[in-house]
């Protein structure tokens, strides 16, 4: 186990209920750490080379992220079930994500009822925040772990229990880095960034910006006092990624908010219509690409 | 440091394969666009094999080079990370290779 920042063992992640302070531990099953129950076994492709000398060698031709992959594709699965929308917000550390998600749950512009994974190393205390403004809400403590996996977030939705038509909101844990990489099972990433960060982040963190297909430039309010230039970061974002869409918004003052709520709404009905047509249909699962454009916004 | 997840799934794939016996040798392909640091996987990785039929094991990482194609000129663009501009100016890309993240083989002893 890395001391410094590396991923937790599950049992050192918590699960946190802000109204009853309940919280419980991930068991065996929450994530692989060499768990003799992560029963997923893969095509065997195995075949002996009998030219290697000693040893046998055996092809894997495997995704080192397979597993991950297999309980994000799960989660999207039961998400879509339920015509939930889930979307996976990221930034680095106080860049105004649960700000965002606070203003969003008190403005009451998204007609649906939102819900909100909240991922932190330690402390329940932006749950509190976004019960105070009232959503059902849940911590994921990762403990020294740096992102939220799929696995953590199954286990969360399912304590979560969202009802048929609501919103999952995921704050994942404030990281430009590691969360890029982890396949929640959403539907859309948003990578949020404020004006008093340097313009220049999405080409010191490319990934994350390759990863998201929404950037919300946070804290605009602020504009008159920082520099920052708005455009120039613009620019670096989509060297990254040419089909991000970006919005401006002040989750302190709301200013922009709205093309962030038609944003979402957009979402929103996508999932729901393709939910439908699938149940006429009675075919298949969605698209777990979820690459549908919203229609909003 | 996601290095440690990575290591980790790669160990946990190559046991659960191994059915008993050791494995010697471990060969991943990492992509360079795939966000992973070759280095910190190859450190971790020795921390997550303790105690597992993996322990002990070379790990081998082939780097796969990052490649592009341009969507305006169709032409193809070298990349070190998922960013980078095109020779006609467009930096309106499809990556193509750079992304793999994979356990290719093992070798039991």
């Known amino acids: 186990m890395c001391t410094t920042c590396g991923c937790s063992a599950p049992d050192q992640v918590a699960y946190t209920d802000p109204r009853t302070g309940a919280h419980s531990h991930g068991d065996g099953h929450i994530h692989t750490h060499g768990d003799p129950h992560g029963h997923l076994h893969f095509p065997d492709h195995h075949h002996d080379h009998a030219a290697d000398g000693c040893g046998r060698t055996i092809a894997l031709e495997q995704d080192i992220l397979a597993k991950n992959q297999l309980a994000a594709e799960r989660n999207r699965g039961w998400l879509a079930g339920r015509e939930v929308l889930a979307i996976n917000l990221m930034s680095s550390p106080g860049a105004g994500k649960t700000s965002i998600l606070e203003r969003t749950i008190r403005d009451r512009q998204v007609a649906a009822p939102i819900h909100v994974l909240e991922g932190d190393q330690a402390t329940a205390n932006d749950a509190e925040r976004i019960r105070s403004a009232g959503a059902p809400v849940l911590q994921i403590n990762t403990g020294t772990g740096c992102h939220l996996d799929a696995d953590m977030v199954s286990r969360g939705l399912r304590q979560l229990d969202p009802g048929r038509g609501s919103m999952v909101l995921i704050e994942n844990v404030g990281n430009l880095v590691c969360p890029a990489l982890f396949d929640l099972g959403e539907r859309a990433r948003v990578v949020i960034m404020s004006v008093t960060e340097g313009e220049d982040k999405p080409i010191k963190y490319p990934h994350m910006f390759h990863a998201c297909e929404l950037m919300l430039i946070n804290k605009i309010d602020l504009l008159p006092y920082v520099r920052f230039d708005v455009e120039r970061c613009i620019a670096y974002a989509r060297q990254a990624n040419s089909d991000l869409r970006v919005l401006r918004v002040s989750a302190e003052t709301g200013e922009g908010m709205d093309a962030w709520y038609a944003w979402l709404l957009g979402h929103f009905s996508v999932a729901k219509s393709r939910e439908n047509a699938r149940r006429r249909n009675g075919t298949g699962t969605l698209d777990p690409s979820g690459q549908a454009a919203p229609s909003g916004a | ?109």
Do not use: Q, W, Y
């Open chain 2, 1 to 109: 440091m996601h290095e440690l997840s990575i290591a980790d799934a790669v160990v946990a794939a190559c046991a659960e394969r191994a059915s008993g016996s050791r494995v010697i040798r471990v060969r991943l392909e990492i992509g360079a666009l795939a966000a992973v640091a070759a280095d910190a996987v190859r450190f971790c990785f020795d921390v997550c094999a303790r105690e597992t039929p993996v322990e002990g094991a070379e790990l081998e990482i082939v780097e796969i080079p990052g490649r592009a194609v341009c969507r305006d000129c169709e032409g193809t663009v070298a990349l070190s990370m998922p960013l980078g501009r095109c020779a006609c100016g467009s930096s309106n890309l499809r990556i193509v290779a750079g992304e793999e993240l994979r356990v290719k083989e093992m070798e039991l002893a």
